[in-house]
């Protein structure tokens, strides 16, 4: 495990939010598009980024090899996503929050970068502690 206080003090300076990454030591090298699989990642965490004040986000990648999938998974304590609103979030120009910057399209563009990836991209419905985003991809060779 390796964690990393504070954010980007530059941009960022009256955020106290804690990151850490988790990476299973089952995990084997995946053969991806290396600028969309860390577009997609950075934009994940940069939109659990903006809708945290003090708290924590995780970076989480582990094989899921009953199911023979790997699961990455972005978890924040902020605010949450509503359930009703949790695919409504991947449509373009969409914004819960019209007070946080962005234009709407940070998790439409990552869920097509998903598929570009052939991965899915979705919302735990089931973590309530604020946001939980999963990746997984399904075609993994065990």
């Not at 089952?26 to 939109?47: G, V």
């Not at 972005?74 to 019209?98: A, H, N, S, W």
């Amino acid at each position: 495990m390796q964690t990393r206080n504070g954010g980007d003090t530059k941009k960022y300076p009256q955020k106290e939010v804690v990151y850490k990454l988790y990476l299973s030591p089952q995990l084997f090298p995946i053969c991806t598009h290396a600028k969309y699989f860390s577009l997609l990642i950075r934009h994940l965490l940069n939109n659990a980024r903006k809708f945290i004040q003090t708290g924590e986000i995780q970076l989480k990648a582990e094989p899921d090899q009953k199911n023979k999938k790997i699961n990455i998974t972005i978890t924040d304590t902020g605010c949450g996503i509503p359930k009703d609103k949790q695919e409504y979030v991947f449509e373009r120009f969409t914004k819960l929050d019209m007070f946080t910057p962005g234009n709407g399209l940070g998790l439409y563009l990552c869920r097509l970068i998903s598929i570009k990836l052939y991965a899915t991209l979705y919302i735990d419905a089931h973590y309530m502690q604020g946001t939980r985003i999963i990746f997984c991809w399904a075609d993994c060779h065990f």
